[in-house]
């Protein structure tokens, strides 16, 4: 059903005026009064937010100086945006289905609707090796690193 009105029904919930409005079948429209302020909407993923819920960090030994890592944000932490991956130490980073011999700064940019990201990283020398990452979801930001000792 087409809904009309030439002087408009005054504004839709965020606050943007209407003059007319396509109103599917079984269906409803809220519209405020004109000069009302527009309702604030926290999106769904946001509403879990405080306290912070932590990212999932795992770290699993595939080979000698091979660790699998796997980020994972927490229920409430809504979809994966991106990883800020910082200048490995003695290592290189795979990023799956992408850049692979990582050695210097960069950012992984997550598919809409991720959940997970996962990385390979690579000893290149003698000793300990590790990165630090920023995650963002949801949420804000989240710090991690993966790494392990010289053995």
């Known amino acids: 059903m ?4 030439p002087g408009g029904f005054g504004r839709d919930l965020d606050g943007q005026p209407v ?4 109103l599917p079948a079984y269906s409803g429209m809220i519209f405020l009064k004109p000069g009302a302020a527009p309702i604030p ?5 946001q509403l879990a937010c405080t306290p912070r819920p ?3 960090t795992t770290v699993t030994k ?8 796997t980020i994972t944000p927490s229920t409430g932490g809504g979809y994966l945006r991106s990883v800020q991956i910082d200048t490995p130490r003695n290592a290189t980073v ?3 289905g992408g ?3 990582v050695s210097s700064s960069t950012t992984y940019q997550a598919a809409s609707g991720a959940t997970s990201a996962q990385f390979t990283l690579r000893r290149t020398g003698a000793g300990a ?3 630090q990452m920023t995650v963002t979801d949801g949420c804000g930001t989240w710090k991690t690193f993966a790494g392990s000792g010289g053995n």
């Open 99 to 101: 850049q692979q011999g």
């Open 62 to 69: 595939t080979s000698t100086g091979v660790l699998q890592v």
């Open 129 to 131: 090796y590790f990165v």
């Open 41 to 45: 909407i926290t999106p769904p993923e």
């Open 94 to 96: 795979d990023i799956q």
């Open 19 to 22: 003059a007319n409005y396509n």
């Open 2 to 5: 087409r809904l009309v009105a």
């Open 54 to 56: 932590r990212v999932n």
